[in-house]
């Protein structure tokens, strides 16, 4: 068996990507992600994956991709797997900033923490009320 055999492509639907953006654009929601210009494409990513989150920050300009064809992954395109990979990309662009501030040569610490505690008060104001309600 070649290597090219041993290559496994399921296809994702339309039904998928509709899928993949309403869960996508629930997080942000949930997240407050409203800062951002969010665009979304049913095309091959950049990279080999599920799906992908490309953004600028000084545009503030997302676009998320859902793979046509997954390749070689252990489970099938599910609804349930599309979320959970929509989801994946949202908790991404939350963490935009911070990733590319955790790459830079130049950052200041303080720049870090600072991007820190924007995501943890998003948690704060988003998360918290929602789920201490639930536990008290």
Not at 37 to 49: A, L, R, S
Not at 68 to 77: A, G, H, K, Q
């Amino acid at each position: 068996m070649s290597a090219q055999e041993a290559i496994e492509k399921v296809a994702t639907t339309p039904e998928h990507f509709a899928i993949f953006k309403e869960e996508f654009l629930r997080w942000v929601d949930i997240f407050g992600l409203k800062g951002w210009e969010i665009f979304f494409e049913h095309k091959d990513p950049p990279e080999t994956c599920r799906a992908y989150i490309g953004y600028t920050l000084t545009g503030r300009c997302a676009t998320a991709y859902l793979s046509p064809e997954w390749i070689n992954f252990s489970e099938p395109p599910t609804d349930a797997m599309v979320r959970k990979v929509a989801f994946h990309e949202a908790c991404e662009l939350l963490l935009a900033r911070f990733n590319i501030l955790c790459q830079e040569r130049s950052v200041q610490r303080d720049e870090i923490r600072e991007e820190l505690h924007a995501i943890i008060r998003t948690m704060e104001n988003v998360l918290f009320p929602r789920y201490q309600e639930a536990s008290v």
